[in-house]
C-alpha cells in the first residue's frame, strides 16, 4: 500500500460508531452502511448523508443487500410499522451516492482543493504523491496512462484511482464544460471523498473492467467519513 493510500486509511479521524445492519443482523462502523428513513407518507428514504430526523435502520452499502432488505421486508420489521419501499431502492441510493460524490468535487473546487485538466494534474503529480486521481470513464486511454505511468515513474506506485463518472459529469461538478483528470490535494476532503467513493464501491465498479489492473492496486473498502456526525442525537433514534 503506498504511502498516500495509508494517509488516507489512518491519519484522519473516523467514525466508530457502530450500527446493526438490519439484514446481516451484525454490528459494523457506520463508514459501511447507508441510513434510511421513513418520509412522512411511509416510504423508505436512503439517508446517505444521516442527516434526516426520525428513526433510522442501517444496511450495508451495498446492492445485494439493500435489494435484500427491500424483498424480505426487513425495512417494516425495523420500523415496526408499515413501510412503503420505492421500486428499485438500491438504485435509488446509488444514484444518490453519486451525486454526494460529485457534490463533494464541486466543494473541493471551491476550496481551491482540486487541481483539474492534464497539465494541472500531472504538476500535482510531480509534487507529490496523489491522494486521488480521477480520470473520466469516457476519456481517452493515452492521456490516463501518461498520467498512471508518471505516478509510478516518480513515487514507484500507483495512486488510488476513480474512473466511474463520466466527463460530462465531472465537468458539471466542476464547473467545466467536460473534465477528463482530476486529482484532489488537500488530504482532508480525500478522505471524506474516499469514504463515499468505498460506499459506491458497494453498486458500481469503481474502475472500468476495461482498464489495466495497475488502476485497480488499491481497494476502496473503505475509506473514512464523518457524515452526519452533526446530526442532533436528540432527533433520531437509530437501529
Do not use: Y
Not at 434510511?36 to 435502520?57: C, N, Q, S, Y
Not at 482530476?182 to 464501491?201: D, K, P, S, T, Y
Not at 489492473?213 to 432527533?235: F, M, Y
Amino acid at each position: 500500500m503506498s504511502p498516500a493510500s495509508f494517509q488516507i486509511e489512518t491519519e484522519t479521524p473516523r467514525r466508530d460508531r457502530e450500527r446493526r445492519c438490519i439484514v446481516s443482523g451484525q454490528s459494523e462502523s457506520e463508514v459501511g452502511l447507508i441510513r434510511f428513513a421513513l418520509a412522512g407518507d411511509g416510504m423508505v428514504t436512503p439517508d446517505v448523508a444521516a442527516k434526516l430526523p426520525g428513526r433510522g435502520a442501517w444496511v450495508r452499502a451495498d446492492r445485494a443487500s439493500i435489494e435484500l432488505a427491500a424483498k424480505k421486508g426487513h425495512f417494516a420489521r425495523s420500523f415496526k410499522r408499515h413501510a412503503k419501499v420505492p421500486e428499485d431502492l438500491a438504485g435509488l441510493t446509488e444514484r444518490l451516492l453519486v451525486r454526494r460524490c460529485l457534490d463533494q468535487l464541486g466543494m473541493a473546487r471551491r476550496a481551491g482543493a482540486i487541481a483539474t485538466g492534464a497539465t494541472q494534474v500531472e504538476g500535482a503529480i510531480r509534487s507529490k504523491p496523489a491522494l486521488v486521481l480521477i480520470e473520466a470513464e469516457d476519456g481517452a486511454q493515452e492521456g490516463r496512462e501518461k498520467l498512471m505511468s508518471l505516478h509510478i515513474g516518480l513515487w514507484g506506485r500507483p495512486p488510488r484511482a476513480v474512473g466511474c463518472f463520466s466527463s460530462e459529469d465531472l465537468g458539471v461538478a466542476l464547473g467545466r464544460e467536460r473534465v477528463i483528470h482530476a486529482c484532489l490535494l488537500q488530504e482532508r476532503l480525500a478522505v471524506g471523498w474516499a469514504a463515499e467513493i468505498g460506499r459506491l464501491a458497494g453498486f458500481r465498479a469503481i474502475v472500468p473492467s476495461s482498464w489495466p489492473d495497475s488502476w485497480r492496486s488499491v481497494s476502496w473498502k473503505l475509506g473514512g467519513a464523518d457524515a452526519g456526525a452533526n446530526q442532533s442525537r436528540d432527533e433520531r433514534t437509530d437501529i
